[in-house]
């Protein structure tokens, strides 16, 4: 059997603050509302004088402002005063089961753990432990850089599923565990719901995490012998930054003389994240839906079935066609005006993948030809429709990601195209709650 730390993982020492307040501790992850400044400046309002994540974060809203160096600045003054005045109470030297109960009657099960960033990797086929899942955009990481690197503290926003069809691991330590007095529990602000956190630490519950965590390795080791234990599920981007701090700050250790007991040990090698089963039915996945403009409409449909094998017909309603793609895996929607008059076109195909990952390829392709035309992503259906009934527009409604074939997918084709799914609703996403002491 192996141990944790050659699963990648390892026992995190988890810092919360003394007294927690959660309603004006806790705000969401930093890259939601990136065009709302309102809802930004209403969470200052919330959290003003008091001690918040929000002081130890900068929201993505403000990346392109000019202040950008003194926010940073700001934000290590206060994570080490933190430290320095006592916000925090001691650490714990354990893992933390939580539940979460979003505003839209879903409670979605969680596991904080830490991982090892040797265990992880972005770049497309890798057979690391631990892999993203859509496509990294290299562009995105030098910012997020300057706000980790000599950071004090971490914040965890990064979500990692795992493949557990039977629910053991997340789902079966909470059956251990959530009888316990929690360590923490409490609304958060906004639309945000309400989270409650239990410690996961003795010997027992640590060894039964193992022991799971080997069963689940074991399912999903493929026949090269490598394991894919963990997907990057939220926090791509993140994690992706955490390991080039980590190779960097590396390289600066290993010139100065560090040794391999050096290096395991070393903070700044771990990220903070959290586990979420893939099965778990508090865990809602959406398609993300494309919209097309300035192409022949008939010319891409054509194009797609041939290139899927797919077979069309023309459907009555946006009601008939909406229906049809959802109950499939494989459907896909086409909604576009021709000659003043609404057309809705099925193409039904025998896709055994998650569909997105043969479809935007196709879509790419076809588009290198066609000089004005432009592709935007869409959320939600009545956005299919709404834009599909425009001049000089194809919108494509994707059908539901199938849970069962995301794994095999991404093991076999590499991570998915950009903007493939959502997972949940934005006020969904994660809180900043527990930190990690990150550079000394």
């Known amino acids: 059997m192996k141990t944790l730390e050659q699963l990648g993982l390892r026992v995190p020492q988890i810092l919360l603050p003394k007294n927690i307040d959660i309603s004006s501790w806790s705000v969401i992850a930093c890259d939601q509302y990136t065009q709302d400044r309102d809802y930004w400046k209403k969470v200052e309002e919330n959290t003003k004088n008091k001690a918040s994540t929000l002081n130890l974060i900068l929201p993505e809203v403000y990346l392109n402002d000019g202040d950008k160096a003194q926010r940073i600045a700001k934000i290590r003054k ?15 030297n354990g893992f933390i089961y939580l539940e979460r109960k979003t505003a839209f009657g879903r409670t979605r099960k969680g596991l904080i753990a830490q991982i090892d960033l040797e265990s992880y990797e972005w770049k497309p086929f890798s057979k690391a432990n631990i892999r993203a899942t859509e496509a990294t955009i290299i562009d995105r990481i030098p910012p997020r850089k300057e706000i980790r690197k000599g950071a004090p503290l971490e914040l965890p926003h990064i979500m990692l599923l795992v493949n557990d069809k039977d629910k053991k691991l997340v789902e079966g330590i ?4 959530n009888q316990k007095e929690p360590l923490y529990q409490g609304q ?7 989270i409650c956190g239990w410690e996961v630490s003795s010997a027992e519950e640590i060894d039964y995490l193992t022991h799971t965590l080997n069963t689940i390795a074991e399912n999903n080791t493929s ?6 234990l963990f997907a990057v599920g939220d926090g791509n981007h993140s994690l992706a930054t955490a390991k080039a701090v980590w190779d960097e700050y590396k390289d600066e250790l290993i010139k100065n003389g560090a040794g391999e007991n050096d290096l395991k040990n070393n903070p700044v090698r771990y990220a903070l994240i959290e586990i979420v089963n893939i099965y778990d039915q508090g865990l809602t996945f959406e398609p993300i839906h494309r919209v097309i403009f300035n192409i022949k409409s008939e010319d891409l449909i054509k194009e797609l079935s041939q290139k899927l094998q797919g077979k069309c017909r023309q459907v009555e309603s946006a009601q008939e066609l909406e229906d049809a793609v959802k109950n499939s895996w494989a459907n896909f929607g086409f909604v576009f005006k021709e000659h003043g008059k609404q057309r809705y076109i099925l ?13 935007q390829p196709e879509i790419d392709s076809f588009l290198k ?3 004005d035309s432009e592709i935007d992503y869409i959320h939600g259906s009545q956005e299919v429709f709404r834009l ?15 849970k069962d074939s995301f794994f095999d997918t991404i093991n076999g084709r590499g991570p998915l195209p950009r903007k493939s799914f959502s997972m949940g609703e934005a006020d969904e ?3 900043y709650l527990e930190c990690r002491k990150l550079f000394s």
């Open 78 to 92: 206060t994570m080490k005063s933190y430290l320095d005045e006592g916000i925090f109470d001691k650490e714990i």
């Open 174 to 177: 909470g059956q251990k565990v």
């Open 188 to 194: 958060l602000m906004s639309n945000g719901g309400s």
């Open 223 to 228: 026949e090269d012998g490598s394991t894919f």
């Open 347 to 359: 193409m039904q195909t025998q896709i055994k993948e998650l569909a997105v990952s043969r479809l």
């Open 369 to 371: 030809n066609c000089k």
């Open 388 to 402: 599909g009934s425009q001049d000089k527009a194809l919108t494509i409604l994707l059908p539901p990601i199938a």
């Open 429 to 431: 996403k994660r809180f």
